[in-house]
């Protein structure tokens, strides 16, 4: 798992993991359309925004650990089945 930092801009993170916009949106950051996405860090759109980097990043990497885990036991069904 690609842990997600403070130093990510919000484009990467959403890239390489799509279903976070929720997380995002929860947090009040609507950085999807955000035209500063590519280049603004998690940590710069938080004290922007006036939120808690610590909290959303917490809930960002609980989100997408929980997500590849669904994957994995996808995947292993999968197995079972063949």
Request: with cysteine; proline share 4%.
């Amino acid at each position: 798992m690609v842990k997600v930092t403070k130093n990510m801009t919000f484009a990467e993170v959403i890239q390489m993991h799509p279903s976070t916009v929720p997380i995002f949106l929860q947090h009040g950051l609507a950085c999807v359309g955000c035209p500063f996405a590519s280049q603004e860090t998690i940590e710069q759109g938080a004290m922007g925004h006036k939120v808690d980097a610590d909290d959303l990043l917490k809930d960002l990497n609980e989100h997408i650990k929980q997500k590849e885990k669904e994957q994995k036991e996808k995947e292993e069904q999968k197995q079972k089945k063949k």
